[in-house]
Every structure is written in C-alpha cells, then in structure tokens.
C-alpha cells in the first residue's frame, strides 16, 4: 500500500512531470555542464591564483553550497559567480555575470561553458526562443558538439510555443505517494485533475497521447520533430501545450509537454 506524504516546494524548486511513458523514451541527450568540456583555448579571461584555484575546484566538482560561501569571503570573478547564481536558479544574477564573461573574452572557454549554462537556465524556465539563440551561438564555435545538436533541434521545435510563465508562486505542501518507486504529485492541468511522476532530474515534461486527449490539449501546427535519444537512435515527437498547469500554491502558463508514440 502506498502512503501519502508531505512534499514542500519553495521559490526556487523546478517540476518535471512524465505520464505514461516507458522509461525506453525518457532519454534525451542533454547538454553536459560545462565542467565536463576539455576544449582548450589561450584567450582566457582571467589568470589563475590560490583562491580562483579553490573556486575552480568547487565549481568543476559541482559542489555548489562551497562555491557560493567561498564567495562570500573574496571578491570572486564573474564567472564563478555567474555559476553559483546558475546552481541556485537566480536567473537575473546568472545573465548578469554570465554575459558578461561572454563580452569580455567571446572566443574563450569560460565564455563556452557560460553559453552552456544560459541555454539550461533558460530551458529549465520555459524561455526556449532564448535558448536556442544561445545555443545556435555555441554551434557556430562548437559545430560537431552532439549535445547542441540535439539540443538545437528540440528548442527549434518548442520556440514554437509561448514561453512558460509563473502566474501564482506561494511556498506548497503537496501530498504525494509513492508507486513502483516513482513520487506521484496532484497536478491540475487546464483544471482537470491527475497524479503525475515527479522526475527532478528530467529536462522536460513528457506526457502520452491518451493523456493528451483526457486533457484536451492542443498541439503545435507543426506536428513531429524527431530527437535523438542516448542510443543515437531518432526518436519522433510531438509538442502539446497547456494553458495552466497548478501544483499546490503554483501555477505555470503555456506548459509544454513532449508526446512520444
């Protein structure tokens, strides 16, 4: 037997919902975080020393909390800083800095890895015409990056649809279950009720056809795409909207979801 429980959500937490997909499908190549890049370039815009040395390893280990506190005792480049703001979703600090180590040094690596990490913020918030205007910038210096390439051709799909925009954010307390070792939540979509799988690590909502009909949802004019998944192999989609998606106290417009089979 399943039992409820609690789950919070505040300011900065990001849902990804997947209904009635085999987990076959749910693998889209994402694009790595920059970290992981080894692409070698002389125009860097910064010289190392003992404590961008420290930054650089809490930054390339993901250790985000340490990053930002090491911050707070020194006065950190603009790339670190635009990396902490990336991690914990500040978007207005995130462009600012990322930007501007773009500006200052646009063929360098931390430029490179600073456009990666505009492309995922702005995936992650619904922002997908500023998405793919990142990461066709990226291609022109990172032409045969696989990553981009599949990246690219799904943002060209969703810069289709209206960018996603918070209409109601209050802190929630959402009772979930759990089935098959999968977290259920109560959504509300287009104001038809349904339990969905809370997915933290998914870069996009996915959704069946079924659900897409139960809902009445409409689908963008242009009608299949196809992606690549982990394999190589294509996979076809499709792209639904929602007006309004509701979770607990929060509620998003113009919600894309991807319909696969």
Known sequence: RSMARVLLTGPTSR???MVGLSSAV???TSIALPATQTRQTTNEPWRANSQDVELKSFYETHQWFKLR????????PAFYRGAASYAFNDIKQAEKNLKSVIASAPQSQQ?????TMLINIYMRSGRYR???SEAEKELAVSPDDAGLKNASALLTALSHAKSQEV???????IRYSMKGGNLFIPVEVNGKRAAYILDTGANFSLISEAEVKRLGLTFLKRREHKIEDSSGAKVDFRIAVA???TVGERSLRHV????VG
């Open 130 to 132: 500023q998405a793919l």
């Open 167 to 173: 209409s109601q954010l209050r802190p929630s307390k």
């Open 15 to 17: 849902l990804r919902l």
């Open 256 to 259: 894309a979801f991807l319909v």
């Open 243 to 245: 007006d309004r998606l």
């Open 26 to 28: 749910i693998v889209f």
């Open 69 to 76: 506190d090491a911050m707070r005792a020194t006065s950190a």
């Open 111 to 115: 430029a490179s890895e600073a456009r």
